[in-house]
């Protein structure tokens, strides 16, 4: 299946979820002729409608690769494809897992904690130089933002141990 | 504009020091391969809330220029263009730096950005003054109009298919519709979170888009390769260079006027548009493509050209054409100044203080091109992990410092989710950052033109301004599906008759 396909499916079901979510809104005293629901039903109807003629002409190209044969090599970009975003969403998850323990470690251990992560996820390996310049540069980030741009950054939950 | 208001503009605010900070973050972060202009304007953006107006608007627009010319450092030293424009520079700028001209190549480039910034700066005054005398006669109408066209004009125009133009535009009045109703102050969208009451800032939208998806992206990406410093010591043009360059930058810097004000283009088209025509009307086109100087001036003049003439319809019209506008526009709106004509009219100091930073920008880059190149060296030979991860903690630091809210951060991770899932469908993000910027605007006004009708649809048509903006636009969309269906024939054709010939 082609990307058109995929994306024009995704796209028609979260139309479908916004125009019912939309049409939910409720009704105000206020309201003018268009309501807090008009224009949000409206997009909800436009994007399924572009959705669909996406899936249409998807269909028209799936069709057209297949007559051509182009089956085998779209087999294998489709596990590269998987792989790149496997990477991708792994980046993702790093800067999740920074959100979640900032709070508890402070803005300096958690911004070098991150660098270290991101470095390492990206060389895909662990570099002599990577912990100091981690530590250098959470040095230099606390300066700037906590420091120069007084940005209350969260200090974890160092303070109640000292 | 007197001399004293030009003293005082130099001397007493901070223009001048941030258009200097403007190209000089420009050129490094455009001297990074796959750091475009859009995304090192969009790290800055968090920086800029507590900024005063006109300086962070300055700063933003000169950071679009450095980075414009920063993109050629790596394309003539490495070959890998720092930004997608310098990618039409790297075809003679490398072949020239493998001829031991490397610093002869830089200049070239340099003085040619140095061109195509002023010829565009001229261009961008003349252009954008004369609208500021229709602004007045804006209705409601009019601004809902002017919202539609903008956005079927970048549905249309971004990306390669005109459906997933208008998916990405609808996907970001979406967004735009989330948080409070602009009339009855009815909540929409928000699913019980107090953090989304007053709706997604677009910041986050573009910061999440441009800057979080590239840095997934750039998890599965190779490293570049690292850059000679011996070679790059940037060379003045000699005379004869200069007699030769002269015909291919005022190319550059008419094909730089022409993509810049079409919103759509952009710097990328056109300098592959302005190398070709510089190659069509050379006496040496042999040598294009092995180290020809006219092949980096055109290119240069090009998309720095682009990177002033691409503000005129941004300024005046509200509609960013290009990535990197769109992110400027994005800073205007954190000023709580909305492009388009009554910029002119309430803010006309800070159009007035923008042109000024964009002059002082011009005379940056000289400066700041020849002293930054060491250190731009020296970040591209840093490895990529290193600066991927910094770039990552000034991603994460700078929008929690927004309001200090770890929710923010959430939201710009998932948009930065968004971004790479909408690069691997192939949806543009210009309209969907253009739908969630004018999403307010154009629900807003069309409410609002409604109620002052009282819910008559005619008023739309009956206001000259609303009724020929709202022809244009459909004139774009209809255009561009005529377009699209002659594609579809024509590919028909040319397959019926290989399969013809096959048989």
């Given at each position: 299946?082609?990307?058109?396909?995929?994306?024009?499916?995704?796209?028609?079901?979260?139309?479908?979820?916004?125009?019912?979510?939309?049409?939910?809104?409720?009704?105000?005293m206020l309201?003018?002729a268009?309501?807090?629901?008009?224009?949000?039903?409206?997009?909800?109807?436009?994007?399924?409608?572009l959705s669909?003629l996406l899936?249409?002409s998807?269909?028209?190209k799936?069709?057209k690769?297949?007559?051509?044969?182009?089956?085998a090599?779209q087999?294998?970009?489709?596990?590269?494809?998987?792989?790149?975003?496997?990477?991708?969403?792994?980046?993702l998850?790093?800067?999740a897992?920074?959100?979640?323990?900032?709070?508890?470690?402070g803005?300096?251990?958690?911004?070098?904690l991150l660098?270290?992560?991101?470095?390492?996820?990206?060389?895909?390996?662990?570099?002599?130089?990577?912990?100091?310049?981690?530590?250098?540069?959470?040095?230099g980030?606390?300066?700037?933002?906590?420091e120069v741009?007084e940005?209350?950054?969260?200090?974890?939950?160092?303070p109640?141990?000292? | 504009?007197?001399?004293?208001?030009?003293?005082?503009?130099?001397?007493t605010?901070p223009?001048?020091?941030?258009a200097?900070?403007?190209?000089?973050?420009?050129?490094v972060?455009?001297?990074?391969?796959g750091?475009?202009?859009s995304?090192t304007?969009?790290?800055?953006l968090?920086?800029?809330?507590?900024?005063?107006?006109?300086?962070?608007?300055?700063?933003?627009?000169?950071t679009?220029?450095?980075a414009?010319?920063?993109?050629s450092?790596?394309?003539?030293?490495?070959?890998?263009p720092?930004t997608?424009?310098a990618?039409?520079?790297?075809?003679d700028?490398?072949?020239?730096?493998?001829?031991?001209k490397?610093?002869?190549?830089?200049?070239?480039?340099?003085?040619?950005g140095?061109?195509?910034g002023?010829?565009?700066?001229?261009?961008?005054?003349l252009?954008?003054?004369?609208?500021?005398?229709i602004?007045?006669?804006?209705?409601?109408?009019?601004?809902?109009?002017?919202?539609?066209?903008?956005?079927?004009?970048i549905?249309?125009?971004?990306?390669?298919?005109?459906?997933?133009?208008?998916?990405?535009?609808?996907l970001?009045?979406?967004i735009?519709?989330i948080?409070?109703?602009?009339?009855?102050?009815l909540?929409r969208?928000?699913?019980?979170?107090?953090?989304?009451?007053?709706?997604?800032?677009?910041?986050?939208?573009?910061?999440?888009l441009?800057?979080?998806s590239?840095?997934?992206?750039?998890a599965?990406?190779?490293?570049w390769e690292?850059?000679?410093?011996g070679?790059?010591r940037?060379?003045?043009?000699?005379?004869a260079?200069?007699?030769?360059?002269?015909?291919?930058?005022?190319?550059?810097?008419?094909?730089?006027?022409?993509?810049?004000?079409?919103?759509?283009?952009?710097g990328?088209v056109?300098?592959?548009?302005?190398?070709?025509?510089?190659r069509?009307?050379?006496?040496?086109?042999?040598?294009?493509g092995?180290g020809?100087?006219e092949?980096?001036a055109?290119?240069?003049?090009?998309?720095?050209?682009?990177?002033?003439?691409a503000?005129i319809p941004?300024?005046?019209?509200?509609?960013?054409?290009?990535?990197?506008t769109?992110?400027?526009?994005?800073?205007?709106?954190?000023?709580n100044?909305i492009p388009?004509?009554?910029?002119?009219?309430q803010?006309?100091?800070?159009?007035?203080?923008?042109?000024?930073g964009?002059?002082?920008?011009?005379?940056a880059?000289?400066l700041?091109?020849?002293?930054f190149m060491?250190?731009?060296?020296?970040?591209v030979n840093?490895?990529?992990?290193?600066?991927?991860?910094?770039i990552?903690?000034?991603v994460?630091?700078?929008?929690?410092?927004?309001?200090?809210?770890?929710?923010?951060?959430?939201?710009?991770?998932?948009f930065?989710g968004l971004?790479?899932?909408?690069?691997?469908?192939?949806l543009?993000?210009l309209?969907?950052v253009?739908?969630?910027?004018l999403?307010?605007?154009?629900?807003?006004?069309?409410?609002r033109?409604?109620?002052?009708?009282?819910g008559?649809?005619?008023t739309?048509?009956?206001?000259?301004i609303?009724?020929g903006?709202?022809?244009v636009?459909?004139?774009f969309?209809?255009?561009?599906?005529?377009?699209?269906v002659?594609?579809?024939?024509?590919?028909?054709?040319?397959?019926q008759?290989?399969?013809?010939?096959?048989a």
């Amino acid at each position: 299946m082609n990307r058109d396909i995929v994306c024009g499916c995704g796209t028609f079901v979260f139309a479908v979820a916004y125009y019912l979510t939309a049409a939910a809104i409720p009704e105000s005293m206020l309201a003018d002729a268009v309501g807090p629901q008009g224009l949000p039903e409206a997009y909800g109807i436009t994007l399924a409608i572009l959705s669909l003629l996406l899936v249409g002409s998807g269909l028209m190209k799936w069709r057209k690769e297949h007559a051509d044969g182009a089956d085998a090599p779209q087999a294998k970009s489709g596990r590269r494809d998987w792989e790149d975003a496997r990477r991708a969403f792994g980046m993702l998850a790093l800067g999740a897992g920074y959100v979640v323990i900032l709070p508890w470690a402070g803005y300096v251990v958690s911004i070098a904690l991150l660098i270290v992560a991101v470095a390492w996820y990206q060389e895909r390996a662990f570099m002599r130089w990577l912990v100091p310049t981690a530590i250098a540069g959470a040095l230099g980030f606390w300066v700037i933002f906590v420091e120069v741009l007084e940005i209350a950054e969260p200090a974890g939950l160092w303070p109640h141990f000292i | 504009m007197d001399f004293q208001t030009l003293w005082d503009m130099t001397f007493t605010t901070p223009l001048v020091p941030a258009a200097i900070l403007g190209v000089a973050w420009g050129i490094v972060g455009g001297a990074l391969p796959g750091i475009s202009p859009s995304i090192t304007m969009a790290l800055l953006l968090p920086f800029t809330y507590g900024m005063h107006s006109s300086s962070a608007v300055v700063l933003l627009a000169s950071t679009y220029f450095g980075a414009e010319y920063g993109g050629s450092i790596p394309a003539i030293l490495i070959r890998t263009p720092g930004t997608n424009a310098a990618a039409a520079t790297v075809i003679d700028g490398y072949a020239m730096k493998q001829q031991g001209k490397a610093g002869e190549a830089l200049g070239i480039s340099l003085y040619s950005g140095v061109i195509g910034g002023t010829f565009g700066l001229i261009m961008l005054v003349l252009l954008t003054e004369p609208l500021s005398r229709i602004a007045l006669a804006f209705k409601p109408s009019s601004y809902f109009a002017l919202g539609m066209l903008g956005l079927s004009v970048i549905g249309s125009l971004a990306g390669e298919s005109l459906i997933k133009g208008l998916i990405a535009a609808v996907l970001g009045l979406m967004i735009a519709a989330i948080g409070t109703d602009p009339v009855t102050g009815l909540n929409r969208f928000t699913f019980g979170s107090p953090e989304l009451l007053s709706g997604i800032a677009p910041i986050l939208v573009l910061v999440g888009l441009y800057a979080v998806s590239e840095l997934m992206t750039s998890a599965s990406e190779p490293p570049w390769e690292k850059a000679d410093a011996g070679t790059a010591r940037l060379k003045f043009p000699s005379p004869a260079t200069w007699k030769r360059i002269w015909p291919a930058q005022a190319i550059g810097a008419v094909v730089g006027l022409i993509e810049g004000c079409t919103p759509g283009a952009g710097g990328t088209v056109a300098a592959f548009l302005s190398y070709n025509e510089a190659r069509r009307w050379s006496r040496r086109k042999e040598e294009f493509g092995h180290g020809s100087p006219e092949g980096i001036a055109a290119p240069e003049t090009a998309n720095t050209a682009v990177s002033k003439t691409a503000l005129i319809p941004m300024l005046s019209l509200g509609i960013p054409g290009t990535n990197s506008t769109a992110v400027l526009l994005g800073g205007f709106l954190i000023q709580n100044l909305i492009p388009g004509p009554m910029l002119f009219v309430q803010h006309a100091d800070i159009v007035r203080d923008l042109y000024f930073g964009l002059g002082v920008s011009i005379v940056a880059l000289i400066l700041v091109g020849y002293l930054f190149m060491p250190p731009c060296i020296w970040m591209v030979n840093r490895p990529k992990s290193y600066l991927m991860a910094f770039i990552f903690a000034l991603v994460v630091s700078g929008v929690y410092a927004i309001e200090t809210s770890l929710f923010q951060v959430g939201i710009v991770l998932a948009f930065g989710g968004l971004g790479y899932a909408m690069r691997y469908f192939r949806l543009p993000f210009l309209p969907m950052v253009l739908g969630v910027v004018l999403g307010f605007l154009v629900e807003s006004n069309f409410r609002r033109a409604l109620v002052l009708s009282d819910g008559d649809y005619m008023t739309f048509l009956r206001d000259p301004i609303s009724a020929g903006l709202l022809g244009v636009a459909f004139l774009f969309l209809a255009g561009s599906l005529l377009r699209h269906v002659g594609e579809l024939r024509r590919h028909g054709r040319t397959r019926q008759k290989s399969e013809q010939e096959k048989a």
